[in-house]
C-alpha cells in the first residue's frame, strides 16, 4: 500500500520541485515495509540526507502524502530500517534486541545497500583485501581464508567489504544464515543476556550462522568474559565450516588486551591490510560518489579535493555531501571558490597542504624516473634513491607519521623511512648538487 502511495507522491514532487531537488534529496528514498497504517517510513541512502530532509522538506513531503492518504497522520525519515512494534507503538532498532534476533530476514537492518562489491573501488592499496572478499562471498567457508581479517586506519573502507560480503551472499542465495554485528554490539547484547538470564538465547543466536561478520575486533581489548564468549562462538562455528570475517584497525599481533588463543586463531586464514588510497584511487573514489549524487563537478576540482584531503576515503565522502548541501542551499555552482569554502577547515586556500602523492610526482618529473617505480620495489641505485629523496622531502614538508609515509611507498614500514632520511641527510653534508636538487624540488611544491 505504502509502495504505491509513495508512486504517486514522488509523480507529484517531480512537478513541484526543480530536477536537482529532486533527484538530490527525493527520489533516492524508499518507502519501508515495516511502516504502520498511519505513519510513512522513508529510508534515506544516508544519516545526513535524512536529517536534512526532517529539518528542511518534511512539510512539504507531508502535506503531498496528505493529498493522497488522510489516514497517514506522520511521515519519518531515517537512515536504516527500523521495525514498528504495534504491541508497544515503539520502532525498535533490531541489532540491540536480542529477543527478535531470530527472525532472519530482520535481523541484517544495519548491513547498508550502498555497500556493495561493485561500489568499492579498487586501487593498489585495497586490491589484495577485495579479491579476498569476493572470494569469500563467492565460496563462504570453502576457501582457506577462514578466517578472513582485514585491517587497517581510519576511515579506509574495512566495513564497506565486510558489509559487502554479507549483501553478495544475501543476494545471490536463501539458505545462509548471515550475521553482521560491530564488536560494540556483541558486548553490550552480551552484558543483557548475562542480565536477563538468556545467555544461551545469545549464544546461539550467532551459533546458528553460516556466516559471522564482525566488525572493529580492537573493541574486546580487556573485556575477559566477552572474548571468552567469542572464542568459544569462534570455535564452533570454525570447526563446523562456517565462514567468519573480522576488521581490526591493526594486525592480529599488534592487538593490545586480547587473550593470546584468540589472537592465535585469529591468525589461522588471511589477514589483509587495507593501505591509504593513492592520488588516482581518490579521484576516482569522489567521481563515484558525485556520480551517485547527481552531482557534477569538474575534473580538476575532483584532483585538488583529491590532493587536499588524502587522510581516509571516508573524509572524501564527506567532502561531497557537504558540496551538495552546499550546492543546495545556496543554488550554487560547484567552482573551486565553493570547494575552499567547504574545505576551509583543513585547506588553507593561499597555503595547500602537500600530499605524499604530489611529492612523489615532482621527484619523478625531476629525476624522470617513473611513479610506481619509485613506489614500488624497485631496488635499481638510482630508482632506490628518488625513493629516498622523496621519503625525506615527504617528513621534512608534511605532518605525516613515518608509518604513513611508509604505506605510501609500497607498504613499507618506518625503520626504512629512518634510513632513508638518514641517509639522504648523510649524502647532503658531501653533495652540494643533492642538497640543490631537493631545494628546487621543494620550491616546486610551494611549500613556502
Known sequence: MHTLLWNNVLEKLSTILDHHRFETWINPLTPDPSSCSDCLILLAPNQFIADFLEHHYKKLVFSTVREFSSSINNVLFLHKPFVFDSKNSAFLNIPHSIDNSY?????????????????????????????????????????????????????????????????????TSK?????????????????????????????AQYRTSDILLMDDIQFFSGKESTQEEFFYIFNTLYQTGKQIVLTSDLPPGSLKGLQDRLI????????????????????????KRAEEDNLSISQDILYFIAENVSSNIRELEGVVIRLLAFASITKSDIDIDLVKNVLKDSVKAENVKISIDKIIEKVSEYYKVPVNNIREKNRRKEVALCRQIAMYISKKVTNHSLKTIGLNFGGRDHSTVIHAINNIETLKLYDDTLSADIDSIISNLNCY
Open 103 to 171: 527472525n532472519k530476514a530482520s535481523f541484517f537492518p544495519q548491513l547498508n545497500k550502498r555497500f556493495t562489491l561493485e561500489s568499492f573501488v579498487v586501487g593498489a592499496g585495497n586490491q589484495f583485501a577485495k579479491s579476498a572478499a569476493l572470494a569469500v562471498a563467492e565460496s563462504p567457508g570453502k576457501t582457506k581464508f577462514n578466517p578472513l581479517l582485514i585491517y587497517g586506519g581510519v576511515g579506509l573502507g574495512k566495513t564497506h567489504l565486510l558489509q559487502s560480503i554479507g549483501n553478495f551472499i544475501l543476494s
Open 175 to 203: 539458505k545462509h544464515n548471515v550475521t553482521y554485528v560491530t564488536s560494540e554490539e556483541f558486548y553490550l547484547n552480551f552484558i543483557d543476556a548475562i542480565k536477563n538470564n538468556n545467555i544461551k538465547k545469545f549464544t
Open 264 to 287: 592465535s586463531r585469529f591468525q589461522w586464514g588471511l589477514c589483509v591490510d587495507i593501505q591509504p588510497p593513492d592520488l588516482e584511487t581518490r579521484v576516482a573514489i569522489l567521481k
